[in-house]
DNA sequence: TCGGTTACGCGAATCGGTTCGACCGCGAAC
DNA sequence: GTTCGCGGTCGAACCGATTCGCGTAACCGA
């Protein structure tokens, strides 16, 4: 069933029928009325492959996600979904590519073959292949992140030296004089990912600000991670008071290594840092964090990517958001005096 | 650049690159050499539109999720990457598509126009109205769940009747006279969603058949629901000491509310069910459930699908996984007596 | 009455591949 | 010495849409 079908039985021709549809060129009511009854009976809608070879586009974006081994996370997630939603609503179909490698069989294929009119990068490294293989194939593409030197490329990121800078502020403020970043991952961290990056600069930096003794550790990204280390943590720096994150997926961990030890937030402890809504909220008690706006930046970056695809050549746009540090209650005036965690652990298992 | 331009380069005609490519005529050696230089020098790759046009297939398939609004769960979060995964090794790309209602707009996008060779489809209910129209459509698909009606179609599924009825047999053997089903979402509970259905169906029948008195209840799907669901419950039913759960969202919930109510697991209360892997491993103590083998399910999804794609008429084949139930710790004899809640809470608060 | 729009519709070219039929030259077989 | 087969290559048709150029008829004002 294709448009010569529908030509045939409503006795016109097959440019016809494509300008009743598109209506580029006027066509005669009557004639329009007989087409349009012809394809509301079969249910004929134009093949979507031939469309795309005629008009040298495919109306279809492409997504490149991390590798399945790495575990997304709830802002990745999050950021998906609304990419995929908004991109629902322009009209755009999403193609999904894992790709984590510089030379991913998938991301090749739809670079080389075509089969996308721009794509969506997440989790750029500093040093990232992919962005110039793109720039190469003047395939337009939005990053989510963004590398030090290219200011040549669009992108969208969040300006995690400066949630962080403001988190330790507050915990300055607050008193604390040590204080802990659970950085991303040792890998993603060695890889040269950006966040990772830029959460210890703005660390290192307010920290030499207010002179408060900082603690810069990578940590897995998973719960178990995040206890093993907080556990040590503890266990090392009998006079740290709080911590500040952007490893959301850690949080789980981090809490029950506090529980573990007998730390009662914010009494005890106080817990900051970045992180999605929904995790800070399911931390007990609610987290103190800039809540990353995933489903906004997914809506942001496809209509950047929009854009970039309708005018390839006006200068890139670059978004960095600075969301605001929701105040909830897990941080608070630093104590005087933390118990060294061997003796509380003890009084709470007995 | 395309196959003209090389044919130009390398001095033959378009159908001798094309068949230099394929082998699917033989290609004089030098003539071979020649050919190959040009599309190395270039970095050719045939276009996939055109070549999609012309072989009547597309190379993708679509991989239908549940609407972004509802949040995707581990389980089908590992089942997306394992799709995706399994799918770029057989050269296939993986197309997105949100969908819940009936009348999608992307949905119908992927079936109508023809984007898509195949189709798996995710959270199927009961009475689904998107299977109607796959096969109405004659495109391939795969179903993850199964409607009971419906034998004419490929579906692979979790025997959550089965494993259901194995948990709470495993509770009545250590004692339990009283045990509650934490089920998925009122709403997904009132749609037909099948796996809701059939854990209570096998929630029925075992306790029926081991005489223990059974409570099956619809629990949102997130923490925060499931900490208030067994709040109330617990305070509802003094002689409860067990759960079982297909709700893995929720437990996070649930475990909160066993520690506000001060209840030790396994040796006040006993949970089990049916999870992911993490989910259990994360629970505290590590959870005793039925692991589902969700990134195996991707890999045999799409497996299922190729199959389909390649020889539509063959009958369909159904799988149904009974993952074996790992013995972990949160499950233990009942006790003889729990401890009003209340008094308990009141407890630990002071 | 005549030139000039405008409305309407058709045929053909085009996008970038794949594939069929045909042709040519050469060596083997009868 | 013709014929057959086969390796090697080319031209043309085709997949299903869009779009350009052109023809025709009706209608307008001068």
Redesign the interface.
């Known amino acids: 069933m294709n448009i010569g079908e529908i030509a045939r039985r409503a006795g016109v021709s097959r440019s016809t029928v494509s300008y009743s549809l598109s209506g580029k060129r006027p066509v005669a009511p009557t004639t329009r009325k007989r087409i349009q009854d012809v394809i509301d009976e079969l249910?004929y809608?134009?093949?979507?492959?031939?469309r795309?070879?005629k008009e040298g586009r495919?109306r279809?974006i492409g997504?490149v996600?991390p590798p399945?081994g790495n575990?997304?996370n709830h802002m990745q997630?999050?950021f998906v979904?609304?990419v995929?939603?908004a991109a629902?609503r322009a009209?755009l179909?999403?193609?999904?590519?894992?790709s984590g490698g510089d030379h991913d069989?998938?991301f090749e294929?739809?670079i080389?073959?075509?089969?996308v009119d721009g794509v969506i990068l997440m989790e750029i490294r500093v040093e990232d292949a992919r962005v110039g293989r793109l720039q190469q194939a003047r395939l337009p593409f939005v990053g989510i992140g963004h590398t030090a030197g290219d200011e040549e490329m669009c992108w969208i990121d969040v300006d995690y030296a400066g949630l962080i800078r403001h988190t330790v502020r507050h915990l300055a403020d607050l008193g604390h004089r040590k204080v802990a970043l659970v950085n991303r991952s040792p890998e993603l961290v060695a890889a040269g990912y950006g966040p990772a990056l830029r959460a210890a600069e703005g660390f290192a930096a307010a920290t030499a600000e207010r002179g408060v003794t900082g603690i810069d550790v990578p940590c897995g990204d998973d719960?178990?991670s995040g206890q093993d280390l907080l556990a040590a943590l503890l266990d090392a720096h009998p006079d740290l008071t709080a911590l500040t994150t952007i490893n959301e997926a850690a949080l789980?961990g981090i809490q029950?290594a506090l529980d573990d030890a007998g730390l009662v937030v914010p009494q005890d402890f106080s817990v900051t840092g970045v992180a999605a809504t929904?995790w800070a909220e399911?931390f007990?008690p609610p987290l103190t964090a800039a809540d990353v706006p995933a489903l906004d930046m997914g809506d942001k970056a496809v209509a950047l990517l929009v854009e970039r695809i309708a005018s390839p050549s006006t200068p890139p746009r670059h978004i960095l958001l600075a969301p605001p540090v929701s105040l909830r209650s897990s941080t608070g005036a630093a104590p005087a005096h933390r118990a060294a965690p061997a003796e509380k652990a003890a009084a709470t298992r007995s």
């Open positions: 249910g809608r134009p093949n979507a492959t031939a795309a070879l495919t279809t997504l996600i399945a575990r997304l997630l999050d979904a609304s995929v939603d629902a009209d179909d999403v193609l999904l590519s894992p069989k998938s294929r739809l080389s073959e075509r089969r719960a178990r789980p029950r929904l399911d007990r």
